[in-house]
């Protein structure tokens, strides 16, 4: 404990690594207080009435150097959500001045964002995250954004509906399944829609999950970069007992997925050809 009240390092860590002095007063740190360790180096003065501690998440100090927050992919990202591959940009967000613009590694969002943006946040809510990926990015990959957070519940389906979307985020609130377990998923649903089939995300059959089942009987099964070693042998085990029920599977890799998609897509179109996609 400080002698005048709570440890003003302690407490900027505690709150983030990157806290707004006035946040600070409210919670007892006088302004004098903050003297000795800004002189000392143990704390930052980012601008006029922000501090960071030292080792603080270099993006959360820049945003609050400019005044904006970090939202689109780059908040997805750091939320754990699925988005197509690293973001070659950092996206972050601000009041309207113009047309979002991309500025070396920074792509600035000017917008209004869908819920008000607190002064003390550097990190946008995840609706205004959501709202800006589903301007920013291709609807495939949107939607599996937006599903990725409705499966980590981050967000419901219910919830969303009450909101007042752009066109583009509608669209994706129409198709979102809040089951979907990986973007891989939303791909194929999405590319597979005109089929009209049935398509259904991560199912319990034969006691195990598959990522898709088409129709009745056609399992596709997505094999990431963990399927090797154990993992590897259990998922052949749970392809002869899926094909001892009478289920057709098709295994492919991630890469075939999404840089191969015409041998994929050819592979299923042929699958339905033959009915095998329909119970005997």
Same mark, same amino acid.
């Given at each position: ?6 440890d003003?390092?302690?407490?900027v ?6 806290v707004?002095?006035?946040?600070l ?5 006088a +302004?004098?207080s903050?003297?000795?360790p ?6 930052i003065?980012?601008r +006029?009435g922000w501090?960071?501690a030292?080792?603080a ?14 939202s689109?992919v780059t908040?997805a990202? #750091?939320?754990?959500l ?7 940009k950092?996206?972050v ?17 000017? %917008?209004m964002?869908?819920v008000?943006r607190?002064?003390?946040? &550097? ?9 800006l ?7 495939? +990959? ?19 509906v009450? /909101?007042?979307?752009?066109p583009?985020a509608?669209? =994706? ?5 809040p ?7 939303? /791909? ?6 005109w089929?009209r089939?049935?398509?259904? %995300?991560? =199912? ?7 990522d898709?089942?088409?129709g009745e009987?056609?399992?596709l099964?997505i ?11 259990q998922?052949? #085990?749970?392809?002869a007992?899926l094909?001892?029920?009478? /289920?057709h ?8 997925l999404?840089h191969d998609?015409?041998m994929?897509?050819?592979l =299923?179109m +042929?699958s339905?050809? &033959? ?6």
């Amino acid at each position: 404990m400080h002698p005048n009240g709570p440890d003003p390092v302690e407490l900027v860590v505690e709150l983030g690594g990157v806290v707004r002095t006035e946040r600070l007063r409210a919670h007892g740190i006088a +302004r004098r207080s903050l003297e000795q360790p800004v002189a000392s180096g143990q704390l930052i003065r980012i601008r +006029r009435g922000w501090v960071a501690a030292q080792g603080a998440e270099p993006i959360l100090v820049a945003a609050a150097r400019t005044s904006v927050v970090v939202s689109c992919v780059t908040q997805a990202a #750091r939320l754990g959500l699925w988005v197509h591959g690293e973001p070659e940009k950092f996206h972050v967000a601000a009041k309207p001045k113009g047309t979002s613009v991309s500025t070396g590694r920074v792509h600035v969002h000017w %917008s209004m964002p869908l819920v008000p943006r607190h002064p003390d946040v &550097l990190v946008d809510p995840i609706e205004n995250v959501l709202a800006l990926v589903a301007d920013c990015e291709p609807f495939e +990959r949107a939607l599996a954004t937006w599903e990725s957070a409705l499966n980590q519940h981050l967000v419901t389906l219910p919830g969303l509906v009450e /909101y007042d979307w752009k066109p583009a985020a509608r669209a =994706i609130l129409a198709e979102a399944d809040p089951f979907a377990d990986a973007g891989t998923e939303t /791909y194929l649903r999405s590319r597979l829609k005109w089929l009209r089939l049935r398509i259904l %995300s991560q =199912i319990w059959i034969a006691g195990h999950r598959v990522d898709t089942l088409i129709g009745e009987r056609l399992v596709l099964q997505i094999d990431g970069k963990h399927h090797v070693g154990a993992q590897r042998s259990q998922d052949i #085990r749970h392809d002869a007992e899926l094909r001892l029920m009478g /289920y057709h599977v098709i295994r492919v890799s991630y890469q075939q997925l999404m840089h191969d998609w015409p041998m994929v897509q050819d592979l =299923i179109m +042929r699958s339905v050809a &033959l009915g095998l996609h329909l119970a005997a």
